[in-house]
Structure formats: C-alpha cells, structure tokens
C-alpha cells in the first residue's frame, strides 16, 4: 500500500476525550490518547478507520493520528483519533 495524501489546509475542531495508561511494564508505559475530530460536512472529506491523520493545531502542535469510528452526520464529521505514547 502507498500513503496518499488526500486532503490538507483542512479547518476542524479537535477536541481532547481522555488519556490513559493501558500497558505499564518495568521500563515503559504505553498511553493511549483519544481525540474527536469535527470537520464540516461540506467540505467532503473522506476519513476512513484506520487511516492517518495528521494535524498541525493552532499552537503548531503537530499530531499524528489514526482514525477510529466516523460518524456523518447533516452538518458535520465525528472521528475517534487515537495515538499511543510510549513514556
């Protein structure tokens, strides 16, 4: 498979659902961050499971992502992100 980019310079809203340590060893935890993305309907973006999402927010945070559940809806797109950090 080749990674294709399909859509930048997007305007959405990321908003932050939990963190969580989900696998702790002697040397390294695995946190599990879960984010929701809104992006208007409109502007027909395609985001399916698994695929990788990349965001810069407005502090110049840059993420990197995979999408989870996507829900459309009339007016805009829910999409469960997640990330894992290992600490």
């Not at 040397?27 to 409109?42: E, P």
């Amino acid at each position: 498979w080749t990674i294709e980019t399909v859509a930048e310079d997007i305007p959405c809203h990321l908003a932050v659902n939990n963190f969580s340590a989900t696998d702790k060893t002697q040397r390294v935890a695995k946190v599990l961050q879960n984010y929701r993305l809104h992006i208007a309907t409109s502007l027909n973006v395609d985001i399916q499971t698994n695929d990788k999402v990349e965001i810069v927010t407005g502090q110049g945070q840059n993420l990197c992502l995979y999408a989870g559940e996507v829900h459309k809806y009339p007016v805009t797109v829910q999409v469960t992100l997640e990330r894992e950090n290992i600490v």
